[in-house]
């Protein structure tokens, strides 16, 4: 079973910027259009940002916008989510997903999803 990996989440106080990446465990996918969600605490998993296979298209939610930029390295089969402007707001657990058709924002598409990493951000 191919999982997605993510790593770089971490602290940082308000204004200041963090970068995740992800790749899956395995490159088995020829194609395949990828997506970050996240989850506060006592909140329901939200999506974040998502990218094409080809990466000329993306797609972010309202509260991340000129914020957040998602892009993607093919070659290293990776995706980055750049995090700028960090409001405490941001503080959840941030989850990469993949789906091998398609793209959009609808969760339950994604047919393959990370362990998360946590973001906190402080005021």
């Known amino acids: 079973q191919v999982q997605m990996v993510e790593s770089g989440g971490g602290f940082v106080q308000a204004g200041g910027s963090l970068r995740l990446s992800c790749f899956p465990s395995?490159?088995?996918?020829?194609?395949?259009?990828m997506a970050w969600f996240r989850q506060a605490p006592g909140k329901e998993r939200e999506f974040v940002a998502a990218i094409t296979w080809s990466g000329y298209t993306t797609d972010y939610s309202d509260f991340v916008k000129d914020r957040f930029t998602i892009s993607r390295d093919n070659a290293k089969y990776t995706v980055l989510l750049q995090m700028d402007s960090l409001r405490p707001e941001d503080t959840a657990i941030y989850y990469c997903a993949a789906r091998t058709s398609g793209w959009g924002r609808r969760e339950s598409d994604y047919g393959y999803w990370g362990q998360g990493t946590q973001v906190t951000v402080s005021s």
């Open positions: 395995k490159p088995t996918f020829t194609s395949y259009a």
